[in-house]
């Protein structure tokens, strides 16, 4: 029987073609993309030093876009020419803010949230059933924020580019300081630990509309002893609506926790919605300061026998303020 081979053929393009095609490419185009500088102005917060700054970058309704630059100085972003920007500038060297928000006009900076628990073991329950730290009247269902740090901001909206620009943005503190003193503090040397929270602040900043949201919560912050039986302490925050502007509760409570060396823990509420509203921030000022008259500390309950009596719970004590 005679074997018969076959043969598959295939045509060979010629090596010189083959050649051709594999080095047929096009050049990257980069005509429609801009180099946009964007720097920071500190004129206005001389006193700013951050380490670390951030642009958000917003375009239609598309997520924005970060930037991160080292410094406070700004640096340089590659956009695409042909399109409309809003800038926000602000430092990002913090640590309890947070930020919120997709578009230009919803973009926010927010306060994390905290436990009183976690910030003083006053605060840690004694008894099964124990509700925790006890609360100024109208703030019950507030919740509890970290105060926010040191915060400056920028904005420069509508900006078209087309070619090479140079985004410069003012940049102001998001922030206020607001100062507690108490005086005649009786029977100071009887504490033991000390924690205050202010009630009706703002828990957020919208950078686009240059002021605080409505949305009320309580921020802790520390106060401690100084000279001639006072006390004193310093409080950060986004601010507050006025009560004109503010449908809802418009309350401002200070409420000053204390425990005491033989274990009593007692709080103090005072109402300083008018204080605040008095010293209301002028533009431009980022500082207020309250100052109230007396704060009445309970001498010590044990008669130097060396037994300090087991007191639970928390007892109230509201003070009038004369303004």
């Not at 004694?126 to 925790?132: E, H, I, N, V």
Request: glycine share 6%.
């Amino acid at each position: 029987m005679t074997m018969m081979k076959r043969y598959c053929t295939m045509s060979l393009l010629p090596l010189t073609v083959l050649l051709l095609l594999s080095c047929t490419h096009k050049d990257l185009d980069f005509s429609d993309r801009a180099s946009v500088l964007i720097t920071y102005d500190w004129s206005q917060s001389r006193e700013a030093s951050p380490e670390m700054m951030r642009a958000a970058v917003f375009s239609d309704n598309v997520q924005p876009v970060f930037f991160p630059f080292t410094g406070s100085q700004g640096g340089t972003v590659d956009l695409a020419k042909g399109h409309t920007y809003s800038f926000i500038g602000y430092n990002s060297d913090t640590e309890y803010i947070y930020t919120n928000g997709s578009t230009y006009d919803t973009f926010e900076f927010c306060c994390m949230p905290t436990d009183l628990a976690t910030l003083s073991p006053m605060f840690a329950p004694r008894r099964a059933g124990d509700s925790g730290a006890p609360r100024a009247l109208g703030s019950e269902n507030l919740e509890i924020v970290s105060e926010p740090d040191p915060l400056w901001y920028g904005v420069s909206p509508g900006i078209a580019i087309n070619g090479s620009e140079v985004i410069t943005m003012p940049m102001r503190s998001a922030v206020h300081y607001y100062t507690f003193t108490i005086k005649s503090v009786q029977n100071l040397s009887n504490v033991q630990e000390i924690l205050a929270t202010l009630s009706g602040m703002s828990m957020s900043f919208n950078p686009s509309q240059g002021r605080c949201t409505q949305t009320n919560c309580i921020i802790p912050f520390t106060m401690e002893a100084t000279a001639d039986n006072q006390l004193r302490g310093t409080l950060r925050s986004f601010g507050y609506f006025p009560k004109a502007e503010y449908a809802l509760e418009d309350t401002k409570s200070l409420v000053v926790y204390v425990q005491t060396g033989d274990g009593r823990r007692i709080y103090y509420t005072f109402d300083v919605t008018e204080a605040l509203d008095e010293a209301a921030v002028t533009p431009g000022s980022t500082d207020v300061e309250i100052e109230l008259k007396e704060l009445p500390i309970p001498k010590p309950l044990y008669n130097g026998s060396g037994l300090h009596p087991t007191v639970d719970g928390w007892q109230e004590v509201e003070v009038d303020i004369d303004l």
